[in-house]
């Protein structure tokens, strides 16, 4: 099969090969538990830029040469002795882990924190293939209206802002008011979660007009420019006190700070994006009793919501295809900023 493959780190990612289209053997069943996929679409995701950067290096076991991609949606092309419920030809989005079921993590449904699992395009061979092995667990039988080129994201991007989302939109009541920082490919979901679920006021803070621009479109109430005097606007629309929740998907540079500050007291904070570093002093934690909860991918039946959601037309993916040869000008766009919404490889 094809596949575009990650043979060498490239921590500036300034090569303008980052992973090789090439030939490589097709995956096979190997355990009764075992299921081939046929890939519709792979995401894109910032997460694979750390991947190649090297940002994983320490947080996973992966050996070079490998295959990318964690986002991924097709049809069933082969199952082992010991799956029912999916046949060849059904089409599915696969949840990013594979599990065996059987620790307490998983018996609870938390199978991100599952003390034996593996992350196909993290730490073992990914979707940016035309074939990708993965778990019966893992499997979600797709509705007839959406295509798995065009919902592979919600793996990962969608699932990730879909459980941000759905932990603020518990606590949020009407009138109130929540910050979306960053309102790309996985803030434009959010705040279409939000949407769905809450009638808190929403705030989009991004520094893109293209992005802002479709937050819009989508459900912001607000839309405020990061132009370096947006946290005291934020401040302005809600009445000097700061939001409910804030939602951080960008993680990194100043937006930590910024978002706590965008917190009012007894208000959440949560993070989604990686790369910087919380530092809040204790005395500050505890005048004003915010909260700082951290947020991993989502569970087997958060994306199983997540596709009713977006069965229904309440919640919708923007995408752009690139063929499975193109992966690196994918990437690259990627990194430049120039994608609206979600990158998709379509083998």
Same mark, same amino acid.
């Given at each position: 099969?094809?596949?575009?493959? @990650?043979?060498? $780190?490239?921590?500036? @990612?300034?090569?303008?090969?980052?992973?090789?289209?090439?030939?490589?053997?097709?995956?096979?069943?190997?355990?009764? =538990?075992?299921?081939?996929? +046929?890939?519709?679409?792979?995401?894109?995701? +910032?997460?694979?830029?750390?991947?190649?950067?090297?940002?994983?290096?320490?947080?996973?076991?992966?050996?070079?040469?490998?295959?990318?991609?964690?986002?991924?949606?097709?049809?069933?092309?082969?199952?082992?002795?010991?799956?029912?419920? $999916? /046949?060849? *030809?059904?089409?599915?989005?696969?949840?990013?882990?594979?599990?065996?079921?059987?620790? @307490?993590?998983?018996?609870?449904? =938390?199978?991100?924190?599952?003390?034996?699992?593996?992350?196909?395009?993290?730490?073992?061979?990914?979707?940016?293939?035309? $074939?990708?092995?993965?778990?019966?667990?893992?499997?979600?039988?797709?509705?007839?209206?959406?295509?798995?080129?065009?919902?592979?994201?919600?793996?990962?991007?969608?699932?990730?802002?879909?459980?941000?989302?759905?932990?603020?939109?518990?606590?949020?009541?009407?009138?109130?008011?929540?910050?979306?920082?960053?309102?790309?490919?996985?803030?434009?979901?959010?705040?279409?979660?939000?949407?769905?679920?809450?009638?808190?006021?929403?705030?989009?803070?991004?520094?893109?007009?293209?992005?802002?621009?479709?937050?819009?479109?989508?459900?912001?109430?607000?839309?405020?420019?990061?132009?370096?005097?947006?946290?005291?606007?934020? @401040?302005?629309?809600?009445? *000097?006190?700061?939001?409910?929740?804030?939602?951080?998907?960008?993680?990194?540079? =100043?937006?930590?700070?910024?978002?706590?500050?965008?917190? /009012?007291?007894?208000?959440?904070?949560?993070?989604?994006?990686?790369?910087?570093?919380?530092?809040?002093?204790?005395?500050?934690?505890?005048?004003?009793?915010? /909260?700082?909860?951290?947020?991993?991918?989502?569970?087997?039946?958060?994306?199983?919501?997540?596709?009713?959601?977006?069965? /229904?037309?309440?919640?919708?993916?923007?995408?752009?295809?690139?063929?499975?040869?193109?992966?690196?000008?994918?990437?690259?766009?990627?990194?430049? *900023?120039?994608?609206?919404?979600?990158?998709?490889?379509?083998?």
């Amino acid at each position: 099969m094809k596949a575009a493959v @990650l043979h060498e $780190f490239d921590e500036h @990612l300034e090569r303008e090969e980052l992973v090789t289209y090439q030939d490589v053997p097709d995956p096979v069943i190997e355990t009764p =538990n075992d299921v081939i996929i +046929r890939i519709g679409g792979a995401g894109v995701c +910032r997460t694979d830029l750390h991947v190649i950067e090297g940002l994983w290096r320490s947080k996973s076991d992966v050996v070079l040469p490998y295959i990318l991609g964690h986002e991924n949606a097709g049809w069933v092309e082969e199952v082992g002795s010991a799956v029912t419920g $999916f /046949r060849p *030809g059904d089409p599915i989005i696969c949840h990013p882990l594979v599990t065996s079921g059987h620790c @307490l993590a998983c018996r609870k449904g =938390n199978d991100m924190h599952a003390e034996d699992s593996k992350f196909p395009g993290i730490n073992v061979d990914g979707g940016y293939a035309e $074939f990708l092995k993965t778990g019966s667990r893992s499997l979600i039988k797709l509705p007839r209206s959406l295509a798995p080129k065009d919902v592979a994201p919600y793996t990962d991007a969608g699932l990730t802002a879909y459980r941000a989302a759905k932990k603020a939109a518990a606590h949020l009541e009407p009138g109130q008011k929540v910050v979306v920082i960053g309102v790309g490919g996985l803030g434009h979901i959010g705040i279409q979660v939000l949407r769905a679920l809450c009638a808190a006021e929403i705030i989009a803070l991004d520094r893109s007009e293209v992005a802002l621009n479709l937050a819009g479109q989508i459900g912001a109430d607000e839309v405020v420019r990061a132009d370096g005097h947006h946290v005291e606007k934020v @401040l302005g629309l809600t009445g *000097g006190v700061g939001a409910e929740a804030v939602i951080d998907f960008v993680g990194e540079g =100043n937006s930590i700070k910024e978002g706590l500050d965008m917190t /009012r007291g007894d208000g959440a904070y949560y993070i989604v994006g990686y790369g910087g570093k919380i530092e809040v002093p204790t005395i500050d934690m505890i005048a004003s009793e915010k /909260r700082i909860i951290g947020n991993l991918v989502g569970t087997y039946s958060e994306l199983v919501e997540l596709m009713s959601l977006a069965d /229904r037309g309440l919640v919708d993916l923007h995408t752009v295809h690139y063929s499975l040869a193109d992966a690196n000008q994918a990437l690259h766009d990627l990194n430049n *900023g120039s994608i609206k919404g979600r990158a998709v490889l379509v083998p």
